[in-house]
């Protein structure tokens, strides 16, 4: 299927979310804050991010610029997966205007699976 790089800071989540996508058939790979991140996308590639917009070291956005200078091609790969998210708020408009799909905590496993199922659709 795909290989998927969910980025989380909770240990609980990102092993959640690996595990449902596994049992779904992708090969998932895991980072606890956005330079983990980074490191994983410097050496690998991948066809989709699911990352939280909360992270230690690197927040959301800051890994959303990132990637957007370096791996440009992955931008329209990245759904986010939050807690809280503000109408109006910075992210929420980052998210809107580049198209970038998110899931709000907690999710229905169903859901989570029929947005990474679109995202990989998407060019």
Do not use: C
């Not at 440009?72 to 998210?85: A, E, H, K």
């Not at 708020?89 to 905590?105: N, Q």
């Not at 947005?115 to 659709?121: E, H, P």
């Amino acid at each position: 299927m795909a290989r998927i790089l969910v980025v989380d800071p909770e240990d609980d989540v990102r092993v959640l979310i690996a595990d449902l996508l596994a049992a779904a058939g992708h090969e998932v790979h895991r980072a606890a804050n956005g330079a983990e991140a980074l490191a994983r996308l410097d050496g690998a590639t991948f066809n989709l991010i699911l990352s939280d917009l909360t992270l230690p070291t690197t927040e959301g956005l800051g890994l959303y610029r990132e990637i957007a200078s370096r791996w440009p091609q992955l931008i329209s790969r990245l759904v986010y997966i939050t807690g809280t998210i503000e109408a109006g708020s910075i992210d929420y408009r980052l998210a809107l205007d580049a198209g970038i799909p998110f899931v709000i905590k907690p999710f229905d496993p169903k859901h989570l699976l029929n947005v990474v199922r679109v995202a990989l659709i998407r060019p």
